[in-house]
């Protein structure tokens, strides 16, 4: 009897759902390489990538390597809590250069998004001698115990896992409700800090209404609590200045960044002002890798290239790109900051977000969905694309809404 031939592909899909487990959630594409925004499978087709990595190529595939390289020779992990190195010293450098505001400031750096937005809570508590957080409606912050407290969307992320860690409240992005939620649930005495998204990204790329920022930091300082940024998507150049903050002109307190930070390697920051920071005791920080030299001498490439005037002004151009296009589709609204742009279709189901995704890969474009109800379409392309590549991403984006409203 004739076999038929397995593509590579479809033999490391088997394998997957052999060996993987089935709570990762995982698409059909296997990856053999990547350069900039495009990327090759195993069987060798080749695809527009507008997902960089799930956001964390920021300045492109490939974009660190030289600098990785460089470090790989070197030493690979010390342990910084046993030799320091010059790589984490000279990251922290950078992101009190980059903070978005006058005040001195100290970093720690770690392997997660999530584990850094954890960090950022024990540190407001100490800081603050407070037990409580409070974060919004639509917030991602992460799937460790803390963040999935914080975290505002049950299935997939909370479903069945658990009791939660205590003492994290909720509240709409307005002013009168973070009221309410003081008034009503826990009193401003308590509430060490706010954990809050610039742009929300999981939640369907919702910008914070432009007043808010302000209006919360105002509330935040009049009782002493912390307000923490979590720039972990949409940070590092993602809406065009280096911190998406930036766009509403206030100094957090603490910031955690993370995904494009480590250019394709583990590494979040939590940067914050001096006082704050250094309100915990020598030990009360650290972990075995955080900050690992290799992350840390892409993240030194990385920032030194989203803190250029070109990088922002490429950043924007891209933006107004996209979002032309996205609105000249008229499948929905289409929102964002800078280049950090989606689309969210009116059916309140995922079906619809899910065939255009589908349709996208089978055209060659690795598209992303996210929102509450999985109908927002988000663009996560590496800032590096040139005109004509963004062009051809666009335009089987297009096709793509064709071909899932014709199935
Ligand atoms: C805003 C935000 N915070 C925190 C996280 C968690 O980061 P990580 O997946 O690196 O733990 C994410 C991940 O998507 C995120 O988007």
Redesign the pocket.
């Known amino acids: 009897m004739a076999t038929t031939e397995r593509t590579a592909s479809e033999r490391i899909v088997a394998d997957r759902e052999r060996y993987v487990a089935r709570g990762v959630a995982t698409t059909p594409l296997v990856v053999a390489r990547a350069e900039g925004a495009r990327l090759w499978d195993v069987d060798g087709r080749e695809y527009v990538d507008f997902a960089g990595g799930?956001?964390c190529q920021n300045t492109g595939h490939g974009f660190a390597a030289a600098a990785i390289h460089e470090q790989v020779d070197r030493y690979l992990h010390q342990c910084f809590m046993v030799g320091m190195y010059e790589p984490y010293v000279e990251v922290c450098k950078l992101l009190d250069e980059l903070w978005p505001g006058e005040s001195e400031t100290r970093s720690l750096l770690l392997n997660?998004?999530?584990?850094g937005?954890e960090n950022a809570v024990k540190i407001a508590r100490v800081a603050t001698g407070r037990p409580a957080a409070i974060a919004f409606d639509h917030a991602?912050?992460?799937?460790t115990n803390l963040?999935m407290a914080l975290t505002a969307k049950v299935v997939p992320y909370k479903d069945g896992f658990g009791p939660f860690t205590p003492d994290v409240y909720r509240a709409a992005l307005d002013i009168d409700d973070v009221h309410r939620v003081l008034k009503q649930d826990v009193g401003p005495d308590q509430v060490a800090c706010v954990v809050v998204?610039p742009v929300q990204?999981?939640g369907g790329f919702i910008p914070l209404p432009t007043e808010f920022p302000r209006q919360l930091k105002e509330l935040c300082d009049e009782h002493g609590i912390l307000y923490v940024d979590?720039e972990?998507?949409?940070g590092v150049g993602r809406t065009g200045p280096v911190w998406a903050i930036e766009h509403y002109g206030i100094e957090p307190d603490l910031l955690?960044s993370?995904?494009s930070l480590g250019g394709g390697l583990p590494l979040?920051g939590v940067t914050g002002k001096a006082e704050v920071m250094d309100a915990v005791k020598p030990g009360g920080l650290g972990g075995t890798f955080g900050g690992n030299p290799l992350a840390c001498a892409a993240a030194v490439a990385v920032l030194n290239e989203v803190r250029a005037p070109e990088f922002r002004a490429r950043a924007e151009e891209i933006g107004m790109r996209i979002r032309a296009r996205l609105e000249a589709l008229s499948v929905g609204e289409v929102r964002g900051l800078g280049p950090m742009l989606a689309v969210e279709l009116p059916e309140k189901t995922p079906e619809r977000a899910s065939r255009v995704t589908v349709a996208a890969r089978e055209r060659g474009l690795v598209l992303l969905s996210c929102g509450m109800y999985g109908n927002v379409i988000r663009i996560l392309v590496p800032l590096t694309i040139d005109d004509e590549l963004l062009e051809r991403g666009l335009g089987l984006l297009e096709e793509a809404f064709g071909d899932a409203d014709a199935a």
Do not use: N, P, Y
């Open positions: 799930l956001g997660s998004g999530a584990e937005i991602f912050h992460g799937r963040t998204e990204g999981e979590d972990v998507q949409a955690v993370g995904k979040a």
